[in-house]
């Protein structure tokens, strides 16, 4: 029987040898397409903006000119919006972080009567759309004196940042054995210590990678800002609107500033895209 | 939303005996925890207060507004907001263009759905199969394409699919027998939607990918050999052993793609330039379109409320298979 299998295992690989190149070619034809929007982009960006408005484009590079990117800087304010997407999204996230790791722990190290209802609400305001939510949100705003400010953006963040960050934090915390802590607790410390000490440490690189990942989609909110906001104090994603205007695009410096949006949100979402992998779908994966 | 916006929750709990939130005095039986049951209610105080306030009030404030006559004027406080019972419905629901809405924005979703798990299930099949190098470039575009910004992707979909000088248009033309020089991909709905709805797939088919690839890992390989001693074919292991032990996880994808594609609308307003046509509405954009251009908050109101309806039927299910996941373990 092992000898049997044994040679359907051979023969399998042989043919496996075989067939690989074609799943490579395959692979990379793949590759070849998904990453097409992706070239062109950054294709656009750095050729000279002439040759972007051609109706037969060369599909490779023509020359590399950054010019592109000076025109991006000219035609709005930049740096204004940056600024602001970034005072908006650190501050969501760190309400979001201290506020979603209390609640994190509560559901996560703790049984008491109501906790499944907690969970399921906790569960239940992340399927609620967005959009849904924009006029009442709005008038609520309005009414409060906080529309067209900043604090009013980011308290309404809050409702997709929340539930996301007590669900991710409270996934890396029963990863981390509950026996650790005892264990500090029978040594003399107390809850608190024991977590402060112990599971804190052990949380602490999933709490980097959540905090990025919360940023990132705060930062990448684009109906709020555009609705919430007037343009003089407009958001990074709002911003990208600016290159249309009624006298038509500006392709190739609207390139380059996607291209300034995209690569440094790109680069950060690859480093923690892997430890976010791995937390959010470990449970779902046991199952 | 986008692909990138959300994420799998890991698991739900066994469920215990669920009674209503206890009075903070009584101790419930079986409680393990020293410090008595308010502590997990204090940890849990302030998340929950912002939750009410962001979500639980304009939730409720949701649903009055349906009910109201609210406009312009009710907005700037010169006329109060009456109640006018189901009015707002009645007028949505006996109005054939939101019908229509209904209708396109379900085909769409369904199609980009489908298309979604379809290609992200060959992918992920695929990723199986290719050498080390051609897996790593292929992950990398993925991780790229997922974590673009969705105004950037639609951004640049948009200059893809350029009328004029778009390199799409240029590419398909090099084809013999294809002149598509000058093709306006926008001047139909049924069109337009397509290439939008290619955008929705490019930017969700990544995270569909990533997990399914994590799904396959877990599928034993003795029970895919001992299939394929039996006589099954590829075909044969693919759907008697691995789609039954991913079930999960696709009945999980498919729900949270409905739930992004039926919410689908940065990709359809940034596309055309913030004011869709007729053609191009779905659910969400309309309820904009009714709420802010036509300034009928209260019918804008109605009709995101149907649409959260909606989606409640497929959080139902969804909700399900996390509570079974959470037995299982």
Redesign the interface.
């Known amino acids: 029987m092992s000898a049997?299998?044994g040679a359907?295992?051979r023969q399998?690989s042989a043919g496996?040898q075989k067939?690989?190149l074609g799943?490579?070619l395959?692979?990379?034809l793949?590759?070849v397409t998904?990453?097409f929007?992706?070239y062109?982009?950054l294709n656009?960006a750095f050729k000279p903006a002439k040759d972007?408005?051609?109706?037969?484009?060369s599909?490779l590079p023509t020359g590399i000119t950054f010019d592109n990117f000076g025109r991006a800087l000219d035609i709005a304010d930049f740096w204004g919006p940056v600024g602001r997407s970034m005072v908006v999204s650190l501050t969501v996230v760190v309400?979001g972080m201290?506020?979603?790791l209390?609640?994190a722990?509560?559901?996560s190290?703790?049984?008491?009567?109501?906790?499944?209802?907690?969970?399921?609400g906790?569960?239940?305001?992340?399927?609620?759309?967005?959009?849904?939510?924009?006029?009442?949100?709005f008038?609520?705003l309005?009414d409060l004196g906080q529309y067209d400010r900043l604090t009013g953006l980011i308290?309404?963040y809050?409702?997709?940042i929340?539930?996301?960050t007590?669900?991710?934090l409270?996934?890396f915390i029963?990863n981390i054995p509950k026996e650790l802590e005892e264990a500090a607790m029978v040594d003399g410390c107390s809850?608190t210590g024991a977590f402060l000490r112990v599971v804190f440490p052990l949380l602490a690189p999933g709490m980097v990678a959540t905090s990025v990942?919360g940023f990132?989609?705060a930062?990448?909110e684009?109906?709020y800002a555009l609705?919430l906001l007037s343009q003089k104090n407009q958001t990074a994603?709002v911003w990208?609107?600016n290159f249309?205007t009624k006298h038509g695009?500006e392709?190739a410096p609207?390139?380059a500033g996607?291209t300034m949006?995209?690569v440094p949100?790109?680069a950060?979402?690859?480093l923690v895209?892997r430890k976010?992998?791995?937390?959010?779908?470990?449970?779902?994966?046991?199952? | 939303m986008s692909a990138a916006d959300t994420h799998i929750p890991a698991k739900v709990p066994p469920p215990r005996q669920a009674p209503p939130p206890p009075p903070e005095n009584r101790r419930p039986r079986g409680q393990r925890t020293p410090g008595g049951a308010a502590v997990p209610w204090l940890l849990l105080a302030p998340c929950l207060l912002i939750l009410a306030l962001v979500m639980g009030y304009p939730l409720a404030r949701l649903v009055t507004l349906s009910f109201q006559k609210f406009g312009q004027s009710q907005l700037w406080g010169f006329q109060p907001a009456e109640s006018v019972g189901f009015d707002n419905f009645a007028k949505v629901l006996g109005d054939g263009e939101f019908w229509a809405v209904v209708v396109r924005t379900i085909v769409f979703a369904g199609g980009a759905v489908v298309l979604t798990m379809v290609i992200g299930m060959a992918l992920a099949l695929l990723l199986q199969r290719v050498s080390g190098w051609v897996k790593m470039l292929i992950n990398i575009v993925l991780v790229a394409s997922w974590g673009m910004p969705v105004i950037v992707a639609t951004t640049v979909f948009k200059w893809l699919f350029d009328t004029d000088y778009g390199v799409f248009n240029a590419l398909l033309s090099k084809l013999p027998g294809i002149d598509m020089v000058g093709h306006n991909w926008f001047a139909s709905g049924p069109e337009g939607l397509a290439v939008i709805m290619l955008l929705v797939v490019w930017g969700a088919v990544p995270f569909v990918v990533i997990t399914l690839s994590a799904g396959l890992t877990q599928v034993p390989k003795e029970l895919e050999e001992a299939a394929r001693l039996d006589g099954a074919g590829s075909w044969g292991v693919f759907r008697y052993v691995t789609l039954p032990v991913l079930k999960p996880i696709i009945v999980m994808l498919t729900t949270l793609s409905v739930i992004w594609d039926m919410g689908v609308f940065p990709q359809v307003f940034v596309m055309r330039g913030g004011h869709p046509e007729p053609e191009f509405q779905v659910l969400n954009t309309y309820s904009y379109d009714r709420a802010f251009v036509v300034n009928d908050y209260a019918q804008g109101s109605a009709i995101a409320l149907i649409t959260v309806l909606l989606l409640l039927g497929v959080v139902a299910v969804y909700m399900r298979q996390m509570l079974k996941i959470g037995e299982v373990e």
């Open positions: 049997l299998i359907a295992a399998k496996r067939s690989r799943w490579n395959l692979g990379l793949v590759f998904a990453g929007p992706l062109w982009m656009t972007a408005i051609d109706a037969d484009p599909l309400i201290v506020v979603g209390l609640a722990l509560a559901i190290r703790f049984a008491f009567r109501g906790r499944k209802i907690v969970i399921v906790i569960l239940a305001v992340q399927m609620v759309p967005l959009v849904a939510m924009i006029i009442p949100v008038l609520l309005n308290i309404t809050l409702t997709f929340l539930p996301f007590v669900w991710t409270r996934g029963v809850r990942y990132i989609q930062w990448n684009y109906l609705m994603t990208l609107g249309t695009t392709y609207m390139m996607a949006m995209a949100i790109v950060l979402f690859l895209q976010m992998a791995a937390g959010l779908t470990a449970g779902a994966v046991k199952g």
